[in-house]
């Protein structure tokens, strides 16, 4: 009882703390790769800090939605960062849901923050919620097949048994189920975490956003859980691409040599899709809203070539 | 001992005295309008009534009630509830009970009031129809029941027959309808014919050993039969033309519980009647099941019209119903009974989510039509502010129907992919890829319910109003809201306790596949769900809900340490530097689905318009007028050539209908002598 009580502590305490570092790391590294110096790794630190203690302007429009979103967006985001196997196979609250509810728990969050952008009555907040929901919606069959195709191989849908068939198989990555679907969630991440070519996190072109217009009336501390939700968010979804394709080097034991060892390594991993992802962000231009479709097409065809390797070459292939 | 009878014949007569009574009142008293309420409450009694029936059913594994013989051949009056029968009358319950409550208060609103007694009497013969559809134990019986609920519910739908939109509905809808009737007595007596009754009790797993290409004809025609009631897709034309019409607590028990009616059909013939069917059978029932849910949903998106919207939901939660059905039919098919007892109550349980959040919805519609006079959502707009209560129920309904966590919603949409996922063990055909696939694209209809639902909610509630009758709108009457907290309450419960529910489903899987699967489903302390060892996965809303509750705790507890020192100020929405926000600034619900037409534009082919008027130069329009719609591609390729072919055909033979009585004598007389000669023959 206590070892879970802790291992819940201790893991939303690293989904809370390390969730900034990794959103900081990447926009250093596509600072450095467009010859920029750009802002320090901390700078996401310093901007949640001085956002929570800052005042907020409400619009005079808005309802109970407004201040509601936030807190669902922030809690939904941590919980599902609680389902996930993160350093240890064993997620600390596996058993109260598989990936079906960490997938559900984040439509649940942006559920809420679309209407929170409606809520305000100003056209970007509809635009933003409009194509936020376009794209979600159609990257979600990639999203599940892909799921679906690693969770048959698994033969369970809950993430920390997929983690623990992975672990016990060697070189199990190079199947080529996996890596198509693995492929088909990069996409997905890319999409759902509002990068370039889908979405630029960077810009207020009002032509062009997608995620910051939806938030273009939160100011202030609701602000900081919006955009501590967003860094969360995208650390859970790499997380979940890390552990369910790569888990090697998850503790299997609670030793404090075990853990360090598997914590050192689970951030070295995250460093390096993070990197990944920052890569395909500076290599590649916006795609315009409507070639987007087609990208996620895309994902969803890799996703049913990886649902059909498995079903050539066999589930453990 | 439950009182079973005693109760179930109690519930009949309740809504027997309301029928009487409103016949009574309508035809004898002038003041009808003021007892108008009393009728509902005869509806409330009654479905409470058999509520408590239906719980008895399911705890005895049910009993036959009764069996009359009516002199007539063929025809026993047999009302059985057994564990099925048991299901549909609780969710009728359910839904009746609210719905009741709700008309307390709507009955002096619209197009009911002109006549409310009369309003009253139907209300109570649809109750009456569907529990007798529901709990009839003969083919016979069955489908006069079958045809009572169709009249009952065509004299409510064209309520407001002065509208030819109303007119027009109703006619479609009792048009399709006697369709599907024709095939379902067609289909009931291939069935019957063999087992030599009539009696649902003869009838059990006889399906299948029907000669020849009987069984599967017979399963066709009863499939199609209960499949337009239901609202399949492509037989789905009638719902969005007839529901919307209907008065707003008439459309939540169509949608509600009436469509019911052949997801009941098809669960008695497809599990109680047919065994195990061919592979084909059930893959049929799992494409239109898939078919329907996505192009219900994309035909929900390009909706503006609150009604016609949430009926469009139905076919796509018909078609996620369809999903579970078709996957039990096919795992029973491939010998697994565990997984079909888990799909069939996947299916199941979104036939009673389905039912208490589309009610629930129809209900919120029902209170903004009452107050903004409109079903027209750009019209609609800040009504979480004028109708605070009406807007949570909505938003509860809104989020179960998306399927989202912690609601009845999720739980159902879980099970039914647990199901999917655990068939591609089940076979190691090709056929097994199809489950995951359709897995995946019940992903995409629930993403896009939830879009359509930011959309209906964030139009119709949020930000400022678009219309002066959305600004002057007023909260709905108490009873109105009572029935809809209900109903929004039963959303919550069912979400949270799922884990306790589930038991009920363990007579129907008996009765169906031998296996008492439901209460399997729980493991843990009890408020944990579990798929069983085939799809292994495990979920518990009820833990969910409350750690979300807690950890929302977080970040107040965040913001009291580090921010208080910010002041928290109300001020103008920024509007691009325009003088003052107004709703047409806003975005609306035609621009909130236009990335969706577009990106579904082989689908939808839309159409649109736009005409500018200039004064000075094109960047000063003075006035613009945009028009856009959407082809109706089924009305338009299938059932426009049905109907000119239907037409062709009635001009070519229009001279048998001469006139003249001696050439009617003569046609009678020739039938007589054929069937002379077929008795003696056969």
Not at chain 2, 210 to 237: D, E, R, T, W, Y
Not at chain 2, 283 to 304: K, N, P, Q, W
Not at chain 2, 315 to 339: C, Q
Not at chain 2, 546 to 553: G, I, Q, R
Request: aromatic share 10%.
């Amino acid at each position: 009882m206590i070892e879970r009580f802790v291992s819940v502590i201790g893991q939303a305490a690293m989904v809370l703390l390390f969730s900034p570092l990794i959103a900081g790391l990447g926009k250093a590294l596509k600072a450095r790769l467009q010859t920029r110096r750009g802002p320090g790794v901390l700078q996401p630190y310093r901007d949640l800090y001085k956002l929570l203690r800052k005042g907020m302007v409400i619009p005079d429009t808005a309802s109970w939605i407004f201040p509601l979103t936030p807190f669902v967006l922030f809690s939904t985001t941590l919980l599902a960062g609680l389902l996930i196997p993160a350093v240890s196979a064993q997620a600390p609250l596996s058993l109260f849901g598989g990936v079906l509810a960490v997938v559900y728990l984040l439509a649940l969050g942006r559920f809420f923050l679309a209407l929170g952008g409606l809520d305000a009555g100003t056209p970007f907040g509809g635009l933003g919620s409009s194509r936020e929901m376009t794209i979600s919606a159609i990257a979600e069959p990639a999203l599940m097949l892909a799921v679906f195709t690693v969770a048959l191989g698994a033969g369970s849908t809950n993430l920390s048994s997929m983690a623990k068939a992975a672990v016990g198989q060697s070189w199990h990555f190079l199947a080529p189920s996996q890596m198509l679907a693995f492929a088909a969630l990069f996409i997905v991440l890319i999409a759902e975490t509002g990068r370039i070519p889908v979405d630029n996190p960077a810009t207020h072109l009002e032509l062009t956003m997608i995620h910051e217009a939806m938030i273009l009336e939160y100011s202030g501390p609701y602000l900081a859980l919006i955009e501590w939700s967003a860094a969360m968010k995208q650390m859970v979804l790499m997380t979940l691409l890390i552990n369910v394709f790569f888990p090697y080097g998850l503790s299997a034991d609670a030793s404090p040599l075990g853990m360090t060892v598997s914590i050192l390594l689970f951030a070295a991993k995250l460093a390096a899709l993070a990197s990944a992802v920052v890569l395909v962000e500076t290599a590649n231009a916006k795609l315009r809203l409507f070639r987007v479709p087609e990208l996620l097409a895309v994902a969803f065809v890799l996703s049913a070539l990886a649902l059909i390797s498995t079903f050539l070459f066999g589930s453990r292939g | 001992m439950w009182p079973l009878r005693e109760l179930y014949s109690a519930g009949l007569g309740a809504f027997a005295l309301g029928i009487a009574g409103g016949i009574a009142a309508h035809f004898g008293l002038r003041s009808a309008q003021r007892i108008s309420s009393l009728f509902s409450v005869f509806a409330l009694i009654g479905s409470l009534l058999e509520g408590a029936a239906a719980v008895g059913g399911l705890r005895s594994g049910g009993a036959i009630l009764w069996a009359v013989p009516s002199g007539v051949p063929y025809l026993t009056y047999v009302v059985r509830l057994d564990a099925l029968s048991s299901f549909f009358v609780l969710t009728l319950a359910l839904v009746g009970a609210g719905v009741a409550v709700y008309s307390a208060g709507y009955g002096k609103h619209g197009a009911a009031a002109k006549n409310p007694a009369l309003f009253g009497a139907l209300l109570n013969l649809l109750l009456a129809a569907i529990t007798l559809v529901f709990t009839a134990g003969d083919v016979m019986f069955f489908l006069i029941a079958w045809e009572a609920m169709v009249a009952a519910a065509y004299f409510l739908v064209v309520t407001d027959h002065e509208q030819a939109e109303s007119r027009n509905g109703g006619m479609l809808y009792i048009l399709m309808s006697r369709a599907g009737t024709g095939m379902l007595f067609v289909g009931f007596l291939l069935l019957a014919a063999p087992a030599g009754s009539t009696d649902f009790r003869a009838l059990h797993f006889t399906g299948q050993h029907l000669p020849g290409g009987f069984g599967s004809l017979a399963f066709l025609l009863l499939f199609l039969g209960f499949g337009v009631k239901a609202g399949i897709i492509p037989l789905h034309i009638w719902l969005p033309a007839a529901h919307p019409v209907a008065p707003s607590n008439i459309s939540a028990l169509m949608s509600g519980i009436m469509i019911k009616a052949g997801i009941y059909g098809m669960a008695r013939v497809f599990f109680d009647f047919y065994g195990a069917l061919p592979v084909w059978a059930g893959m049929i029932v799992l494409l239109v099941g898939v078919i329907s849910a996505l192009l219900g949903v994309l035909y929900a998106l390009m909706e503006h019209d609150l009604k016609r919207l949430l009926a469009y939901h139905s076919i796509e939660n018909i078609g996620i119903i369809l999903m579970g059905f078709g996957a039990a039919m096919l795992f029973r098919s491939y010998g697994h009974p565990d997984l079909a007892a888990l799909a069939l109550i996947a299916g199941l349980f979104h036939t009673l989510n389905h039912a208490i959040f589309k009610s629930l919805l129809f209900l919120g519609a029902g209170s903004v039509l009452h107050a903004t006079h409109t079903r027209n959502m750009e019209e609609m707009g800040g009504l979480i502010r004028r109708m605070p209560a009406t807007a949570l129920y909505f938003l509860i309904g809104a989020v179960a129907i998306s399927g989202l966590p912690p609601l009845n919603g999720f739980v159902s949409e879980w099970l039914t992919y647990q199901a999917l996922l655990g068939g591609f063990g089940a076979t190691t055909e090709i056929a097994r890829v199809a489950f995951p696939i359709a897995g995946a694209l019940l992903a995409l209809t629930a993403a896009l319910a939830a879009a359509c639902f930011v959309k209906a909610f964030g139009i119709a509630f949020l930000a400022l109003p678009r219309s002066a009758s959305a600004a002057q709108a007023r909260e709905t009457a108490p009873a109105m809201r009572a029935g809809m907290a209900m109903l929004a309450l039963c959303c919550v419960l069912l979400g949270l306790g799922a884990t306790w529910f589930l038991p009920v489903f363990d007579p129907i899987t008996n009765q169906a596949f031998g296996i008492a699967a439901g209460h399997r489903l729980v493991s843990g302390n009890g408020a944990i769900l579990s798929a069983g060892s085939a799809a292994s996965g495990t979920v518990s809303t009820l833990m969910l809900a409350v750690t979300l509750v807690a950890l929302s705790a977080l970040p107040l507890i965040i913001w009291l340490i580090w921010g208080r020192r910010g002041r928290s100020v109300t001020g103008p929405t920024w509007d691009c530097g325009l003088p003052g926000l107004t709703s047409e600034n806003e975005y609306t619900a035609t621009a909130f689905s236009k990335p969706l037409r577009m990106i579904f534009s082989v689908l939808f082919r839309p159409r649109r318009e736009i005409q500018a008027e200039y004064e000075i130069s094109p960047y000063y329009p003075k006035a613009i007028h945009f028009e856009s719609e959407i082809e109706p591609t089924f009305e338009k390729n299938v059932y426009e050539p049905l109907k000119d072919g239907i037409l062709r055909v009635a001009r070519r033979v229009r001279w048998i209908q001469a006139g003249s009585l001696h050439a009617y004598l003569a046609y009678i007389f020739v039938t007589l002598i054929l069937l002379l000669l077929f008795a003696v023959r056969g």
